[in-house]
């Protein structure tokens, strides 16, 4: 009986400890889906730390004088406008009456989970600037996660050994009773069934990262390098509404869409010199604030102009931007083939570009992240040249054996199609 009193005792904190991470993983669940919500819905006019066109969002609930009237807030924006909260009324003011949209089939849950997101991020620094250091990826999300699963294991596993512990000294004690006589018991940590157990599991273990690690290689979903310039695309396409093909023009076109040179900048650069801050203040990833007329000078540093005489110096070099996007050699890809005969959005593979200061990766660029879109994306095919040569196709369609042609049906999943 002594016994399994002091085996409770080695038990009890090992499952505590076990339940304690659950309930932290269910918290950690409301915020995840939170995440996901935020993402979709507010992200682009919200961020935690810095002001968007929306306010930051960190410590929002102690701003507002009432958790109900926040909610309904979020819900339906509009309606606590009409009824006159001052808080609210005070806040649309201070943002230029910049309405913020309305989401009227939000739950009360859908509302928790964000504010929860909120609460889980608002303490924490500011993430720094992924690409201070140029060429460092930055890890995917994720990882979190699966740390919380590893130590999860490794206390069940402890569980486990104690558990079979017990059972061991359970039989020891009927064996002494029955006064059935065994050799001295070998302790666990040298019992060899253990150790090649634990080898087993290190292996397996070992082998998984080793090869997430290794598909990892140069995936840099979410890059973000500090460019040359501080060039908003916000401020130009966004905004200024600048098609994406004035500076682009080959990515409708070529294999590759190009970086414009600086003499496509001056077109309009020679004339503005200064910027006078049509698309509010700027800030860098990190919250300090961009003078833009300084990042035009280094615009004109690199030209060779010389704004006061307004004629080039002939010293200019060409900009070093720092490329971002950067699939391995061994896979083709051409932007033609997508934006033209696909008539693929540019924002659908490079998300809101539009309204990014700094352009970041927003897809992982991963061979599942090809494939799968191949699988899904049904491809115009009606009155579109490029797709007159697929007879078979055309005749199944006017027979209504189909009504769609996927990529994969034109052969978009082969391997040779992507691979050299
Ligand atoms: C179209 C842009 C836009 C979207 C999308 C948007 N908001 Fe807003 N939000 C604003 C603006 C602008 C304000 C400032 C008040 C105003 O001008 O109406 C604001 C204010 C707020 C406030 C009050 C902030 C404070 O400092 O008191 C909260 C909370 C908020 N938004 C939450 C959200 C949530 C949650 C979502 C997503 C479900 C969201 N917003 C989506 C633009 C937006
Ligand atoms: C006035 C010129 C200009 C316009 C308009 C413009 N861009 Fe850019 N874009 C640039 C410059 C310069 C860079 C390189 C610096 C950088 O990454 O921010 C760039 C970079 C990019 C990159 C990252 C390239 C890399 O290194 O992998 C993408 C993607 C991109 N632009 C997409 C777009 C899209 C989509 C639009 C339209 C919504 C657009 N751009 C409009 C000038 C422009
Ligand atoms: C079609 C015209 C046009 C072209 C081309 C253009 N810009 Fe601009 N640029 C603008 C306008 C308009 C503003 C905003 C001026 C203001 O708000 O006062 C601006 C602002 C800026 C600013 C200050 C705001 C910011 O984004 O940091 C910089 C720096 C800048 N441009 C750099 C560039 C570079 C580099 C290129 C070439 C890749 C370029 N621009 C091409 C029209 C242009
Ligand atoms: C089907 C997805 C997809 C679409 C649509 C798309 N891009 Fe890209 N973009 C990519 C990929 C993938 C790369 C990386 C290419 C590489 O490394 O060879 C890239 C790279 C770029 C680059 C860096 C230079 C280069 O070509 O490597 C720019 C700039 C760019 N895209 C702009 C655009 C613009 C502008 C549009 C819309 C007209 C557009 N993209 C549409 C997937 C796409
Ligand atoms: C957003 C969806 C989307 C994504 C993401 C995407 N593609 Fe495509 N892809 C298309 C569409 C639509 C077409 C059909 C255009 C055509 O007929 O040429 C296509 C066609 C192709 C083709 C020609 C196939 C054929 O049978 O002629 C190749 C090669 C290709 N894509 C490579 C890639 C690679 C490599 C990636 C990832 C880096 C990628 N695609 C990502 C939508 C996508
Ligand atoms: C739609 C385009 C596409 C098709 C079809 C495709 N791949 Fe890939 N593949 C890619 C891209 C993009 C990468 C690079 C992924 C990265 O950088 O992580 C890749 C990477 C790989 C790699 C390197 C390992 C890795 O995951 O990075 C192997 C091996 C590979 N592909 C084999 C194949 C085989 C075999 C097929 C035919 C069954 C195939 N691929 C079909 C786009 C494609």
Not at 289 to 315: F, M, P, Q, R, S
């Amino acid at each position: 009986m002594f016994q399994d009193r002091t085996i409770l005792k080695k038990i009890l904190p090992a499952l505590l400890i076990g339940g304690l991470l659950l309930v932290g993983s269910a918290h950690a669940q409301d915020a995840a889906t939170g995440k996901a919500l935020f993402q979709t819905n507010c992200a682009t006019c919200h961020a935690i730390h810095k002001t968007v066109q929306g306010p930051a969002l960190a410590h929002v609930e102690d701003r507002w004088p009432d958790k109900k009237e926040l909610h309904a807030w979020i819900r339906n924006n509009a309606q606590v406008l009409a009824s006159g909260f001052e808080y609210a009324v005070n806040l649309k003011k201070e943002y230029n009456n910049v309405a913020m949209n309305v989401f009227a089939s939000f739950t009360d849950k859908d509302i928790d989970d964000i504010l929860a997101y909120i609460r889980s991020e608002q303490d924490k620094e500011p993430a720094p600037a992924p690409g201070v250091q140029p060429g460092t990826p930055t890890g995917g999300g994720g990882s979190n996660n699966s740390l919380l699963f590893g130590i999860m294991t490794m206390v069940l596993a402890v569980v486990a050994l104690i558990l079979l512990q017990v059972n061991s000294n359970l039989r020891k004690l009927t064996d002494d009773k029955e006064g059935v006589r065994r050799g001295e018991p070998v302790p666990f940590y040298r019992n060899k069934a253990y150790i090649a157990l634990i080898v087993l599991v290190l292996f397996l273990l070992g082998g998984y990262y080793l090869v997430q690690g290794a598909i990892g290689l140069g995936r840099q979903q979410g890059y973000q390098p500090v460019q040359p310039i501080f060039y908003s695309h916000k401020v130009h396409a966004g905004v200024n509404q600048i098609s994406c093909l004035y500076c682009h023009s080959f990515a409708t076109t070529g294999k590759h869409a190009n970086i414009p040179s600086v003499n496509v900048c001056m077109n309009c650069h020679m004339n503005i010199n200064q910027y006078s801050g049509t698309a509010g203040p700027l800030y860098r990833e990190d919250g300090t604030e961009v003078n833009g007329t300084a990042e035009i000078e280094k615009l004109y540093a690199y030209a060779g102009w010389d704004a006061k005489t307004k004629t080039y110096t002939g010293k200019g070099k060409p900009v070093e931007w720092i490329r971002i996007h950067n699939l391995p050699d061994h896979v083709f890809f051409s932007h033609a083939q997508h934006t033209n005969a696909g008539k693929v959005q540019c924002q659908t593979c490079h998300g809101p570009i539009q309204q990014m200061d700094e352009v970041h990766q927003f897809a992982p660029l991963s061979m599942g992240w090809c494939v799968n879109c191949h699988r899904t994306t049904k491809v115009q095919f009606a009155s579109n040249g490029f797709y007159s040569i697929y007879e078979r196709f055309h005749k199944d369609m006017n027979d209504h054996k189909i009504d769609s042609v996927t990529v994969q049906m034109i052969g978009g999943t082969e391997c040779q199609k992507c691979h050299y």
